[in-house]
């Protein structure tokens, strides 16, 4: 094995997705390192979330490969991806809305121990396990609203509780599916502040798609622009706001901090 393939986590070659005569997704490549953020842009309409549900599992390429951590999952079922490492954050919150939120936590890193299967062990057993799961919380802001039901928590504190379970997941690779669709704008540097702090206690390799570009230009080390499909531009936050072509995807405005 190289050493250019031993550095890439994730990599889509030649990907492509119709439905009908509708072209989605258009023979798109592209390569993430271990331990990069990267973030996907693009007009309404540009693919961005279908590329996510090619790379999760959930819809299968009509030809191209995806490679995670060197193997060929093109084929793999969207549950298997998760056990090998990826963790997704939908743009519809994903919780159980009627546990508490710390048992939303705890059921995820329960789900990755040895005690997947015993869904009615005594808690006193699982002390390591929930010390972890308040570990997740306090990261993403949450540890003071563990005994709280996660359905009576606000859409933003909502959002956080579902990276929380993401983290609980332990995959290396975590796919951010507009993480603050449907937030007011001064909900949304509470997310900026929770990914922030992922970067800096975690090891994880971040994919998001967003469209608040100020919050895609402060966290990415780089960015892919979709547009009709295909992949228009990739390279730092400053190459992308130089870029004409994606100024031109943006309705001829210039991509600003």
């Keep these: 094995m190289s050493e250019t393939q ?51 599992g959930a819809f299968r390429p009509d030809s191209g490969s995806i490679y995670f951590k ?32 710390l048992e939303n936590v705890r059921l995820a890193v329960q789900a990755k121990s040895k005690h997947r299967y015993r869904l009615f062990i005594n808690t006193d057993k699982l002390k390591e396990l929930t010390e972890y799961a308040y570990y997740c919380l306090e990261v993403v802001q949450l540890k003071n609203l563990a005994p709280h039901l996660a359905v009576s928590l606000t859409h933003a504190n909502q959002r956080k509780l579902e990276i929380a379970i993401q983290l ?5 690779l975590m796919l951010l599916d507009e993480p603050t669709a449907g937030m007011s704008a001064e909900e949304v540097p509470g997310i900026i502040e929770v990914v922030k702090d992922i970067r ?43 870029n004409k072509d994606v100024q031109s995807a943006y309705l001829g405005r210039k991509v600003n901090p």
Excluded at 12 to 38: M, P, R
Excluded at 90 to 95: D, E, H, L, M, R
Excluded at 168 to 172: L, R
């Design 168 to 172: 609980a997941s332990q995959g290396e």
């Design 70 to 101: 060197d193997q060929d999952i093109t084929r793999v079922k969207e549950f298997n991806r998760v056990q090998m490492g990826m963790a997704r954050c939908f743009q519809i919150t994903n919780v159980f809305p009627h546990i508490s939120v």
């Design 200 to 242: 800096k206690k975690e090891q994880k390799t971040i994919v998001m798609v967003e469209h608040k570009l100020n919050m895609v230009l402060s966290l990415s080390d780089h960015i892919a622009v979709m547009n009709y499909g295909a992949l228009i531009a990739y390279g730092s936050p400053h190459e992308i706001q130089e």
């Design 6 to 56: 031993q550095k890439f986590i994730l990599r889509t070659v030649d990907l492509k997705k119709s439905f009908g005569k509708q072209i989605a997704v258009n023979n798109v490549s592209l390569d993430i390192c271990t331990g990069e953020f990267v973030s996907i842009i693009g007009p309404n309409g540009a693919g961005k979330t279908t590329f996510f549900n090619l790379i999760t």
